[in-house]
């Protein structure tokens, strides 16, 4: 658990009512569940909040009232999702607006990823206005939550390797769309995940159609995320052992070779229990409470 070895944090509580009175041990530490309104949100400087999609909201908005910050791990604040005013928690491109928030949304796993790789390409103008960016990431059995699944049981994915939410209809789709046209795109997305045999990790590959041919492609990056320290930069492909349990992106751009249009394909990794989920939580949450951006998490 990141809080546990946090040096400016401490867990006030901990609740799941699903595993009410049920007892984790966190490094050294003995933690046993509450249930929801078991929980002393006013003795909490900041809730983190990961409850279902359709159910955290209300949980936030008692947080607030009982002067508790939020971090939103659901889908139900996020950009694209109906609501607006609450900062985008995508830590490296949302700072300012993070910093000292009374709620921030934290992004979608796969989202980290993708736009994360995508946005130093979108800023700098090159991608060919109009064309279709198609996005295939593969994520580990954990991004499919807590709850049991039959489709999720090991005999089941062992061996195996499926596309899911086919047709550009997952429900990250409304949050990468929306950011896209914050950062100016006017680009289509086409959005494919897919089901790896892995606890943990996710990693996307990006194909986008160019206005022009860059020669040293990682440049851009290395502009856009210089002294950014949970972005890593690779002449070579990333894999899932590069970043499991690792609270940073790791990003590689290669041109494509035999196409008759000038065309990148980006890769990207990250863990999405850390850096797509509980990591950029934490990141954020430093930033809201005034600590040190790293504090806590692991590099």
């Known amino acids: 658990m990141l809080i546990e070895g946090h040096p400016s944090m401490e867990l006030v509580f901990a609740s799941a009512n699903g595993q009410r009175g049920q007892t984790m ?3 050294r530490r003995e933690i046993t569940f509450l249930g929801a309104d078991e929980a002393r949100l006013g003795d909490a400087a900041l809730v983190f909040s990961a409850l279902p999609h359709g159910a955290s909201l209300e949980w936030v908005e008692r ?5 508790a910050k939020v971090v939103d791990l659901s889908s139900d604040l996020r950009i694209g999702n109906g609501h607006s005013g609450v900062p985008y928690g995508l830590t490296e491109l949302r700072r300012k607006q993070i910093t000292g928030a009374e709620v921030v949304a934290n992004p979608g796993c796969y989202p980290t990823a993708i736009l994360l790789a995508l ?3 979108l800023e700098a103008g090159v991608v060919e206005k109009g064309s279709t960016i198609s996005a295939s990431a593969a994520s580990g059995v954990t991004g499919a939550g807590f709850t049991p699944r039959p489709d999720l049981l090991f005999a089941e994915i062992s061996e195996d390797f499926r596309a899911y939410g086919v047709g550009n209809g997952h429900r990250h789709v409304a949050e990468l769309h929306a950011m896209l046209i914050e950062l100016g795109a006017d680009q289509d997305l086409i959005f494919t995940p897919h089901l790896l045999p892995v606890a943990r990790g996710i990693l996307a590959t990006i194909i986008v159609r160019l206005n022009h041919q860059l ?7 290395r502009e856009a995320y210089a ?3 949970f972005i890593e930069l690779s002449e ?3 894999s899932l052992r ?5 609270n940073v992106v790791k990003i590689s751009a290669v041109n494509a070779a035999n196409a008759k249009q ?4 980006v890769t990207s990794a990250i863990d999405n229990l850390t850096k797509g989920a509980a990591g950029q939580a934490v990141q954020n949450a430093n930033l809201m409470l005034g600590f040190d951006e790293i504090a806590g998490l692991p590099l």
Do not use: M, Y
Request: proline residues 15%; positive net charge.
């Open 242 to 246: 590069d970043v499991v349990r690792r």
């Open 227 to 229: 002294n950014e320290p």
């Open 25 to 27: 041990r966190a490094g």
């Open 119 to 121: 946005a130093p390409l």
């Open 262 to 265: 000038p065309t990148l394909i």
């Open 236 to 238: 070579t492909t990333p």
């Open 63 to 67: 947080s607030k009232k009982a002067g």
């Open 215 to 221: 020669d040293a492609p990682l440049d851009l990056w």
